[in-house]
């Protein structure tokens, strides 16, 4: 199926191409992203990002081929197949959502090409063995947040805690993250419960958190739907606090929610508070270049999503340089160079955090890189 | 559990059930005269609640277009079937029905949307979005398969759920909208918090399943309807146009899913694939009714709304998989009151 963004991003690639013509030595990118299916909301502002990845690295042309997965994990393996066979890519970036990048591992270390992860799950580059050698992760571990939380917390005086998380992989990552860091701070869980994305109610799951008679509640969702459950919570009489993930750091999560999520506190990444950071803090200019390009290209508000894309071709920006002494692009040996050099890179500062990577940690972010933030009057504050 | 718990369960389940039981009398309407099992009913649903809410913000809903487009489109496999020679007769009736009418609501929702007409206005209007929907898919993708298999039949359904809700993601991206309610109060009842959209959910609901019955009781249109569900045959030799009768029930059944649309957008939150899960709850009630009983179908809907919500509370990680398994000792129990299954009749 060729999807309509895919075409935009062929035509922006074909335009970068005009002016100089096509040369072999290009660096060729492929990407999988869900901009279709149950991923659409992060994967669409993806897709939207790819006109405006940088055409040229290191001295170098890049090539970006563009496909959507649908949120398929056969799809995304089967764009990740083609990418190797059709497009000879030097790396791959993908996918959206933790499923559907899986069986991209054993892939990337079959074919020796770098696969950049855009998505949460911990387990793809954890522990860091043969095959997962070729993959680093650009979106911090669920631990950090988790882990900036429940500090934030404790520091409140906070002692039980009512958990609701989505009955996916994303829910299930929190779940263990949580259901650790919590009690390493002192606090418990006195109630855990899930729902489903589409779920037109979560009245049972709200009502068995508030008999629970938790200090707080937390709930582990991403996007507008993570706004049911707050709102119903107020509807029925919680007065509490309320936490959620950095899965919510959209605009769109505080339209939905309304007055209901006013005073929700969650930890995310610097992006999304970047124009409250003061002028000297390096996270600012990265995010505020790619917020205003990515709004002059779409018309619209950029998101964390798309800054994953952005993210990566800055980590494989600090490391072509190093690759290309070693090899041609579209040779094995230059893709080898390349992952060698991804693992030297050291202090970069990305949309998602501080990234520091080694061979033994592929998905090096520190505790700097949680931000937590309050929803105080429609809109993100910055309050540590 | 206690029982203010107890009686805000049955409240939400009631409320669910409500929609349900809306999306389990299509079905059953539709199954019965045209052996289609409707799956873009959940759809449609979803179309009227977020054009609904779409038009509260004041934006014409995408789905506008794909009326024109349908229009055209219906109009256009209307002339090819004539095979070039038209009769005056259909081209005035195609140009009216399926040319100026949907250019006419196009224009009218583009004019009045951005006025932010009030709830009532945004009703109607999604009304007029929505309830054509159903005939002209039925003249596309069903009337030409009008005497498949019941399973050609499913199959084309699924194509056109699927069609549907990629474009749902086109028209209304992926993000879920909530509408603001018409009556916004809520008051105290027996120990629980009722909302007044809440009461207007069921009784509206429970207004139109009558109205429905009115029309299948007192009406032409509806004892035909009635004549090709018993048998479609006998229908057509005293002179019932079955083909009519079909784009008459797919006519009530996205009526109906408008209703329930503009319903339950101020209720919950909804996404362009929200549809679908709808549709399936409100089948596993229409199931229990056979296919074919309504009142059984209408009992049942509110009995899986409350199942729900009580399996949410108590186990919320096994909440589908109880709904869904409701349908097997359903299905078991009606196996062994009628041991054998007649296949339709081939008309």
Known sequence: ?384 | MDGSIALSLVQDGLVNGAIYALVAVALVLVFAVTRVILVPQGEFVAFAALGYAQLQGGTRPGTAGLLVALGAAAFLLDLIRARGRPGFALLLRGLGTDIAFPAAVYVLVDRVAPLRPGWGADALLTLLLVAPLGPYLYRLAFRPLADSSVLVLLIAAVGVHLALTVLGLGFFGPEGFRADAAFGGSFALGGTIVQAQQILVVAAALISMGALWLLFERTLVGKALRAVAVNRTGARLVGIPIALSGEAAFALASLIGAISGILIAPVTMLYFDSGFLIGLKGFVAAITGGLADYPLAVAASFGVGIVQSFAAFWTSTFMEVVVFMLVVPVLLLRSLRAPSVEEEEEA
Not at chain 1, 68 to 96: C, P, Q
Not at chain 1, 221 to 240: H, I, Y
Not at chain 1, 313 to 321: D, G
Not at chain 1, 336 to 343: P, Q
Request: charged share 20%; proline share 5%.
């Open chain 1, 1 to 384: 199926m060729t999807h309509p963004y895919a075409r935009i991003a062929t035509l922006a690639f074909a335009l970068s191409l005009g002016a100089t013509g096509t040369c072999l030595a290009d660096i060729t990118v492929g990407i999988t992203v869900s901009a279709t299916g149950p991923g659409a909301a992060l994967g669409g502002p993806e897709m939207k990002t790819v006109a405006i990845l940088p055409a040229e690295i290191a001295g170098q042309k890049v090539k970006y081929v563009a496909l959507d997965d649908a949120s398929d994990a056969t799809k995304s393996a089967t764009n990740f197949r083609k990418f190797v066979a059709e497009d000879k890519a030097d790396l791959v970036i993908g996918s959206t959502l933790t499923f559907t990048t899986l069986p991209l591992v054993d892939i990337a270390a079959e074919s020796k090409t770098p696969l950049m992860a855009t998505t949460a799950g911990a387990v793809l580059v954890e522990p860091v063995d043969e095959k997962r050698r070729w993959v680093f992760k650009i979106v911090p571990n669920d631990r950090i947040g988790a882990v900036a939380l429940a500090k934030y917390m404790a520091k409140q005086g906070i002692k039980t805690v009512g958990f609701l998380a989505f009955n996916d992989a994303y829910g299930e990552a929190w779940t263990k993250e949580v259901n650790k860091a919590f009690p390493d701070n002192g606090m418990s869980l006195v109630a855990s419960e899930t729902y489903a994305r589409t779920d037109t109610s979560a009245i049972g799951q709200v009502l068995k958190l508030i008999a629970a008679k938790p200090d707080a509640v937390f709930i582990a969702a991403s996007g507008t739907p993570a706004a049911v459950p707050a709102r119903e919570l107020r509807e029925k009489g919680f007065a509490g606090p309320m936490f959620q993930t950095h899965g919510v750091a959209s605009p769109l999560f505080i339209q939905a929610g309304g007055k209901d999520v006013e005073g929700t506190v969650i930890s995310a990444e610097p992006f999304v508070v970047a124009s409250q950071l003061p002028d000297d803090n390096p996270f600012k200019k990265v995010a505020l270049d790619y917020a205003a390009r990515y709004k002059e290209a779409n018309n619209a508000p950029a998101t964390i999503f798309g800054a994953h894309l952005v993210d990566a071709m800055r980590i494989i920006a600090a490391a072509a340089p190093e690759a290309l002494k070693k090899g041609e692009p579209g040779s094995e040996a230059f893709r080898t160079a390349l992952r060698d050099a991804i693992e030297q890179v050291k202090g970069l500062y990305l949309n998602n955090g501080l990234l520091t990577m080694s061979p033994t940690d592929h998905c090096g972010y520190d505790d700097r890189s949680a931000m937590v933030m309050k929803v105080e009057d429609g809109a993100f504050k910055l309050i540590q």
